[in-house]
């Protein structure tokens, strides 16, 4: 278990610089390039957790379409590719207050609830599990979000185009 | 068809060890019929083009009253109707809800015919987003799960947000769009958040099962506070509750005149209704964390949203800050559901009865700022002055409206302002007490600047350049006529609204 | 005070139920109007007189149906009456089991623990007990005719409209038909040729039935129904004239200080219905008197319903918005003042007697919110109406003051004195409404230092009717005024000064008050008289002659006004003041009035005494001689505009002669002064006299004239319109800018402040709840 | 391994998320941040399920995972309606609309 771990840190230390930099950084592709990282490491994480369905849906979603849709989206709005130093609010210090008392708030709560919880072993599932739950409890909201996704396209389409 | 499906389904279990659990098709034929109308009006877009556009709006609206038909052959039929594990459930409390989402639908399309099409605003994808959105509320009226309460969600939400941003070379609407895209999408990430804690502690997705390991676990984390707060907090945003509420004048505002009313009516309602669900259902055993929240909400809502009212000086913002402080109204019952199932069955039908006739006293008065802005192409409150001289019947008509929102009997908004209190007084604790008058002095603060409006449109004269009648397109008059009797006649008669809202969520939720 | 409440607990012995074809359909009476208002709408422009015809032919039917109602209840009093006769008869012949001897004892012993609690001798109780048995006042009591249906059911709670019937409510009923209905005609003229000739009946209409329906209310809810629709048709009536943009800052101003009473309604209701259990206004009466809710709970209830009252019966510090209404046409303010609006406040009080009189222990004390509130009131405004120049502001000044009477009565128990005051003042008062209306109609103002002034000689019948309703007010015997205002006097009882014994509590300062305030009220009135109808007419009529009496439709309403004025007094003659045959004469307003049943409470009457009415009569005298002489005089003298021919009118007053006999002119005082007395009897007595005289009386009179005046002044000025109405605006400004404040702080439009919001009230709120659950 | 640490990865995440939404002004990076954020919940969603040995956690993930993509593309959208009409994704300057 002890190997886990070791991954677990590493991971970890890694997602939360990159987090940081997705946050921090003057320049709008490396931020996307970041967020990546960021993404990847999830992926990762989804890995260690034994969900290799989503892991996997993770790379291809995340990676392949989100990233790359925003990547259009600062090719398309013109921004610099270099640094750009007009990206952030002036006033940077309440965004941190803020976000540090939440993290407090939730720290607080998560380690006084879940101090000693061990995770199971061994708990892979695969593919075909989250499918039945999916075809069978989730029927509903699956066609749910099919008809979302339609909608979406469709207005996001009628919204974006040029007149 | 049924069958093919069933074999096809068939063919697929024998594969492998899948199963398919009944579905059943009467349930969710509502669901079903909205979704076949609004693909058909796709069709009829894709095949007919320009031909297509004098019967959209029309047709639109036959989508949102067919599945009344099905509704109706489910409320005769009185059975509960549950499917998968609980997490889709038809029962009267449901049916009404999809009723009301339906029929406010319904007339958002009436309002929205002439502007619309006089506009040349992609006529056929608006209704197809006002469809997905009302499916998705048809959706959230059955959804007892937390996945599915999340999906309907985001799918009545996601078309709203691109709504309020149809006006696409105004400024404003784009603004709109763009502030409630941002604070939405927050708001669904913290709750998103607190479902995943609530999930993490009590092991399952479905409101009943969650109620069960929640209560019957006696413990009161940490994380179940944290939990259910950043639940109701995202609602919270949903029914534009302060300090919640940021988006809600600044959208409605820029969004399309009728799509605010669809924001400020059926979208609120759906935020309503999945707070129902979760407080009621999954969280009523947890009333320590639930009900000071709400009341803290409640409270601020009812007079944030009222004194920032009074000097308002826009109409649609008028009526935003208004609709906050409708919001507080519609909260405070749930602020003592957890003192008992007696309780919590009377917060739910107090609730419900205020969505309803919110919902036609609300649409109304939109419905009259359509008209009026059409002729004054302004939504300040000045194009107000004298409208009982150039307009006498439209003022008539606002006044009751306003009268209904301000409480004054025996007009509906009176009865839906009665049951609160009487939900709020039943529960017999020094907090609902505490509440019912504070809800007290609002209904009164409210007065302010609802005489405000019936006095410009009484006392003060015409502004010289809004002189001579306003003109109401047919579609318009019809939402007007609609309302305003249902408003009056839900006051006088209260007995109507009452006979349908008397729901129950404990019944089925055990 | 608890076995009072036990007592009340066991009600008259027995009850009968009031009946009566008229009584049962009283609810026609409301709709008439209601009718007539849907009618003039639809087809009030194509008729014949524009819809006016409507208006009156329904009150004048209403009125027919509101007399036969009276008399109809008369009749079931007197029905009552012989059958307590019987009974009692019937009890000691026939039965002589415990029962009936429960029933004798309950009632000795009630009459006891009144007497414990009040101050009277031995000597009194039997004459109480004597006038009691007389008029039937114990024993049976008669059960309101209550019609109801129920409006819907819902979780098993029903909700019921009807209405309740009872001898207040008749009268109320005779009030308001008859006042409405003079107005109605009156109106015809009045407004006659004005381009909102049907829309201003057709509110007419809408206004009466309101009021009748508010009368007639079953329940609390029809009560607040009411409430608010007299309030919505008074301010569509009061803004009328549009045109002439009565400001919209005293609009604004009468609808948040009516807002403040609405919320003090809806609060008291809400906890009455709440501790009753019941919207029933018998039901919460019954409960509040057996003590089924608790004191303090009441007590809350009470005060809340107070602010409703102050409110809308214009009483301190709410009374602000009552003389701006003065914008509407004047016979809107006539109703208002006198039959309709304004009292509905004191009306709401008399009908739920029972919570205030045990919510603010009436029966116990000697001081309580409402009594201070009235005797306040009453005073205050009655130095108000001094600096007012515009006759119809003195005339709402003196309306406040004369509800501050009312108010005061209510608050010391004197229900029967309150309620016969609003009967009393609704005729005087309203005449002298019309006779304002009528002489403005004819100078076009209602100034009276500038337009006014030796009206007397144009409009005679104006005068004349005008002068009676002044006496009335005043409280001159034997006017109606005088009857009433001395009734309420004695309600505040127990000053063993003047002989008589009280009724509930000892409310000294509440006497003091009442006899301040008459003196007032005789010396603002004659100012009136004087300014208006005396001296030079100063008015100018912009070449069409001089000013001239109205037509008939204005007159007749006037003398019929006037007739009531004078007799409507002799319907309550106290106790004591009649003896013999004719004692049948005796309080027969309170008889055929006052409840006798068991939603009302236990109170006490006092016996009025002789001296107590001479005192108050020397006290109004003293007023009416004091401002006449100051004005008639002084005032006279000294005005180059009043010659001759107004000190000719002098010596023709009464008023003027009432305090000095025979004076003729200025001259002629000083002639009496200097020649007849001073010079004539000579010798340091006369100079002694004459410098008490010209130094004492004469400065006396100016100083408390010029001191009353200037504290008047002081008091409209600062007080008043800058305090007052300060407080009552900043209380609406306060929670304007605490909107304004919080918007221009959250809501700036930056989409990063707003998630900032979010974020961080959703931080703290996780935070407060994880902290504290 | 402990379930906390990835709860504690999570909410790391998710505060990051909340500093780049409020920090950023630029609408692009603001619509990075909120992946952040909903990356965050799935973190929270599949190890819960994990824990509690329940298929349901990976699939709420999915379902986040679809819809994320979907509200990112409307996002993506308003935000070019916005480029397009006032040749800037500031979103500091955009506040016409207040009070």
Redesign the interface.
């Known amino acids: 278990m002890v190997a886990q771990n070791v991954f677990f840190g590493i991971m970890a230390l890694i997602m939360i610089c990159a987090a940081l930099k997705v946050v921090r950084t003057k320049n709008v592709v490396h931020a996307a390039l970041w967020l990546v990282v960021v993404l990847g490491g999830v992926a990762g994480q989804f890995l260690l957790l034994g969900a290799e369905f989503v892991g996997v849906t993770q790379v291809l979603v995340y990676i392949g379409a989100v990233v790359v849709l925003l990547l259009f989206g600062v090719m398309l709005t013109k921004a610099s590719l270099g640094e750009e130093a007009d990206l952030n609010m002036p006033n940077r210090t309440l965004p941190a207050i803020i976000a540090a008392l939440m993290f407090g708030?939730?720290t607080?709560?998560?380690i006084?609830?879940?101090r000693d919880t061990e995770l199971p072993r061994e708990s892979v599932t695969n593919a075909?599990t989250v499918s039945?739950s999916i075809?069978?409890?989730?029927?509903?909201?699956f066609e749910?979000?099919s008809?979302?996704l339609?909608?979406?396209l469709?207005?996001?389409v009628?919204?974006a185009r040029k007149? | 068809m049924i069958d093919a499906f069933s074999s096809a389904f068939g063919l697929l279990a024998s594969s492998?060890?899948?199963?398919?659990?009944p579905?059943d098709w009467h349930a969710?034929a509502p669901?079903l019929c909205l979704?076949g109308g609004?693909a058909l009006l796709?069709l009829i877009d894709v095949i007919w083009l320009e031909k297509g556009r004098s019967i959209t709006s029309a047709l639109a609206g036959i989508v949102m009253l067919i599945p009344l038909i099905p509704i109706l052959t489910l409320a005769i039929d009185s059975e509960d109707r549950s499917?998968?594990?609980g997490?889709?459930v038809v029962d009267k409390y449901s049916l009404i809800i999809k009723a009301l989402f339906l029929l406010s639908g319904y007339l958002v399309v009436l309002l929205s015919t002439n502007y619309i099409a006089e506009g040349e605003y992609?006529e056929n994808?608006y209704y197809?987003?006002l469809i997905?959105s009302v499916?998705?509320m048809v959706?959230m009226a059955s959804a007892r799960d937390?996945?599915?309460i999340?999906?309907?969600l985001?799918?009545l939400s996601?078309?709203a947000?691109?709504?309020a941003?149809?006006r696409?070379?105004d400024?404003?609407s784009?603004?709109?769009?763009?502030?409630y895209?941002?604070?939405g999408?927050?708001?669904s990430?913290?709750m998103?958040?607190g479902?995943?804690?609530i999930?993490?502690?009590s092991?399952?997705?479905i409101l009943e099962e969650i109620n069960e390991s929640i209560a019957s676990g006696g413990a009161?984390?940490?994380?179940i506070?944290?939990g259910i707060?950043?639940v109701i907090?995202g609602f919270g945003?949903k029914v534009s509750a302060f300090?919640?509420h940021?988006?809600a004048?600044?959208t409605y505002?820029?969004a399309p005149t009728p799509v605010t009313a669809f924001l400020a009516v059926a979208s609120k309602a759906a935020g309503f209704v999945a707070l129902m669900n979760l407080v009621v259902i999954g969280f009523i055993g947890q009333e320590?964390?639930f009900q000071?929240?709400i009341w803290?909400l409640a409270a601020l809502s009812m007079t944030?949203g009222?004194?920032?009212?009074?000097?308002?000086t826009n109409i649609v913002?008028l009526m935003a800050y208004s609709g906050i402080a409708q919001a507080g109204f519609m909260l405070a019952p749930l602020a003592v559901a957890g003192e008992g199932p007696a309780i919590a069955d009377?917060a739910v039908?107090a609730v419900v009865t205020y969505l309803v006739i919110y919902a036609a006293m609300n649409i109304g008065a939109f419905g009259i700022i359509l008209a009026v802005s059409r002729k004054t192409k302004s939504a300040d409150l000045e194009s107000y002055n004298g409208l009982f001289r150039t307009s006498p019947s439209l003022a008539i008509v606002m006044t009751v409206f306003l009268a209904s929102l301000a409480g004054?009997?025996?007009l509906g908004g009176w009865y839906a302002k009665f049951s609160v209190?009487t939900s709020l007084?039943s529960a017999s604790t020094n907090w609902g007490y505490g509440l019912?008058?504070v809800a007290?002095?609002n209904?009164?603060?409210a007065?302010?600047y609802y005489?405000k409006i019936a006095?410009r449109m009484?006392?003060?004269d015409p502004h010289e350049t809004h002189v001579g009648e306003v003109k109401v397109p047919v579609s318009l008059l019809t939402a007007l006529v609609l309302t305003a009797g249902t408003t009056i006649a839900f006051g006088v008669?209260?007995?109507i609204v009452?006979h349908f809202t008397?729901v129950s969520l404990i019944a089925f939720g055990g | 005070m608890v076995a009072l409440s036990a007592l009340a607990g066991e009600g008259p012995t027995s009850l009968i139920q009031a009946g009566g074809w008229f009584l049962e359909k009283a609810w026609i009476i409301p709709a008439l109007p209601a009718i007539s208002f849907v009618l003039i709408l639809f087809f009030g422009k194509r008729m014949k007189y524009k819809g006016a015809e409507f208006g009156i032919i329904s009150i004048a039917v209403a009125f027919i149906f509101a007399i036969c109602c009276v008399g109809q209840w008369i009749g079931q009093v007197n029905n009552a009456d012989s059958y307590t006769e019987k009974q009692q008869y019937h009890d000691e012949e026939k039965h002589s089991d415990k029962a009936a001897h429960e029933g004798i004892l309950n009632e000795e012993i009630q009459r006891t623990s009144f007497n414990e609690l009040g101050v009277a001798s031995s000597e009194e109780i039997v004459v109480s007990a004597l006038a009691e048995e007389k008029d039937g006042y114990s024993s049976v009591g008669i059960k309101p005719v209550i019609e109801r249906f129920t409006?819907?059911?819902?979780?098993g709670r029903s909700?019921q409209v009807g209405i309740m019937v009872d001898g207040l409510a008749v009268m109320m009923l005779f009030v308001v038909t008859a006042i409405s209905l003079l107005v109605h005609i009156y109106s015809t003229e009045y407004v006659a040729g004005d381009r909102r000739y049907t829309h201003y009946f057709a509110f007419l209409s809408l206004f009466s039935a309101s009021m009748l329906f508010f009368v007639l209310s079953e329940n609390i809810?029809q009560t607040?129904?009411g409430w608010?629709l007299v309030g919505v048709c008074s301010f569509?009536l009061i803004?009328h004239w549009?045109e002439e943009k009565p400001n919209?800052d005293a609009?604004l101003k009468a609808?948040?200080t009516n807002?403040?009473g609405?919320?003090g309604l809806?609060?008291g209701m809400?906890v009455l219905f709440?501790s009753a259990g019941s919207w029933s206004i018998v039901d919460i009466n019954n409960a509040a008197i057996n003590n089924e809710i608790g004191q303090s709970t009441l007590l809350i209830a009470s005060l809340c319903l107070t602010a409703a009252v102050m409110s809308k019966s214009g009483q301190f510090i709410l009374h602000t918005w009552l003389p701006d209404a003065m914008a509407g046409p004047t016979p809107v303010s006539a109703l208002i003042h006198a039959a309709t609006m304004v009292v509905a406040g004191i009306y709401m009080v008399a009908r739920l007697y029972g919570v205030f009189f045990e919510g603010f222990d009436i029966a116990g004390s000697s001081f309580n919110v409402l009594a201070l509130v009235g005797s306040v009131t009453l005073v205050g405004a009655g130095l108000l109406a001094f600096v007012q120049d515009d006759i119809k502001k003195v005339l709402a000044y003196s309306t406040v003051s004369q509800l501050g009477y009312m108010v005061m009565a209510l608050g010391v128990g004197a229900w029967t004195a309150a309620v016969f005051h609003l009967f009393t003042h609704a005729f005087f008062k309203a005449g002298l409404f019309l006779g304002a209306g009528s002489v403005s109609h004819s100078v076009h103002s209602f100034d009276m230092k500038k337009s006014m002034g030796g009206m007397r000689k144009f409009m005679p019948t104006t005068y004349k009717t005008f002068i009676v309703c002044t006496i009335a007010l005043m409280g001159l015997p034997p006017l109606a005024g005088f009857w009433s205002k001395d009734e309420i006097l004695v309600g505040t009882g127990g000053w063993g000064l003047f002989g008589g014994t009280g009724g509930n509590g000892t409310y000294v300062f509440a006497l003091v008050m009442g006899i301040i305030g008459a003196a007032l009220t005789c010396a603002y009135m004659t100012r009136v008289i004087y300014l208006t109808f005396f001296g030079e007419f100063r008015g100018d009529t912009h070449g069409h002659g001089d000013p001239h009496e109205s037509g008939k439709r204005i007159t007749i309403p006037l003398v019929i006004l006037a007739v009531m004025a004078t007799g409507a007094g002799f319907l309550n003659f106290p106790v004591g003041f009649l003896t013999g045959s004719k004692a049948g004469w005796q309080e027969r307003f309170g008889h055929y009035v006052e409840p006798v049943a068991t939603y009302f409470p236990p109170i006490a009457h006092g016996t009025p005494s002789w001296s107590l009415a001479i005192f108050s009569t020397v006290v109004a005298i003293i007023g009416v001689s004091a401002a006449g002489y100051y004005f008639f005089v002084k005032v006279n003298a000294q005005s180059p505009a009043a010659t001759e021919l107004t000190n000719g009118l002098t010596e023709k007053s009464k008023v003027a002669k009432a305090g000095h006999t025979l004076l003729k002119q200025k001259y002629y005082l000083d002639h009496l002064y200097t020649d007849i007395i001073a010079n004539g009897t000579k010798g340091p007595v006369a100079d002694a006299t004459y410098w008490t005289n010209q130094k004492g009386i004469d400065e006396a009179v100016n100083q408390v004239g010029k001191q009353t005046a200037r504290a008047a002044t002081f008091v409209y000025e600062k007080i008043d319109q800058n305090m007052v109405d300060g407080v009552v605006n900043l209380s609406?400004k306060a929670?304007?800018g605490?909107?304004?404040t919080?918007?221009t702080i959250?809501?700036r439009?930056k989409?990063h402040?707003?998630?900032a919001?979010?974020?961080a009230?959703?931080t703290i709120?996780?935070g407060l709840?994880?902290v504290?659950? | 391994m402990l379930l906390v640490q990835f709860l504690l990865l999570s909410s790391v995440l998710?505060c990051i998320?909340i500093y780049g939404?409020l920090a950023r002004k630029n609408?692009v990076m603001?619509l990075m941040s909120?992946e952040l954020?909903?990356n965050?919940?799935n973190i929270?969603?599949v190890?819960?399920?994990t824990?509690?040995n329940?298929i349901?956690?990976e699939?709420?993930a999915l379902?986040?995972i679809a819809?994320a993509a979907?509200?990112v593309g409307?996002?993506l959208?308003?935000?070019l309606?916005?480029f397009r009409?006032?040749s800037s994704v500031d979103?500091s300057s955009?506040d016409?609309?207040?009070?």
């Open positions: 708030v939730m607080y709560a998560l006084d609830t879940f075909a039945d075809f069978a409890d989730y029927i509903v909201p749910a979000v008809v979302l339609l909608a979406a469709i207005g996001a009628v919204v007149e | 492998g060890a899948f199963e398919r659990p579905i969710v669901e979704l609004g796709t499917m998968f594990k997490a889709f992609w994808e197809g987003m997905s499916l998705g959706l937390l996945i599915t999340f999906v309907a985001e799918l996601i078309p947000y691109l709504l941003a149809w696409k070379k400024h404003k784009n603004e709109a769009g763009l502030k895209y941002l604070m999408v927050f708001a990430a913290i998103l958040y479902m995943s804690l999930f993490g502690v092991g399952s997705t009161n984390t940490p994380v506070t944290l707060t950043f907090i945003f300090p919640f940021t988006w004048p600044d505002e820029g320590d964390v000071p929240l803290i944030a009222n004194v920032m009212a009074l000097r308002q913002r009377k039908s004054i009997p025996p209190f007084t019912a008058v007290a002095i209904a009164v603060i007065f302010g005489g006095m009484w006392v003060e008669a209260p007995g009452t008397d | 409006w819907w059911e819902s979780g909700f809810l607040i129904v608010e569509a803004g549009w919209s609009a609808f948040l807002r403040v609405d919320m809806l609060v809400i709440w609406g929670s304007e605490l909107g304004e919080t918007r959250i809501q439009g989409i402040q707003y998630a919001i979010m974020f009230a959703t709120l996780a709840l994880i504290f659950v | 998710f998320g939404v609408g603001v909120i954020i909903l965050a919940v929270n969603l190890a819960f399920g824990m509690t329940n349901a956690g699939v709420f379902f986040v819809i979907a509200e409307v996002g959208a308003i935000v309606l916005i009409n006032r979103l955009i016409s609309m207040k009070g």
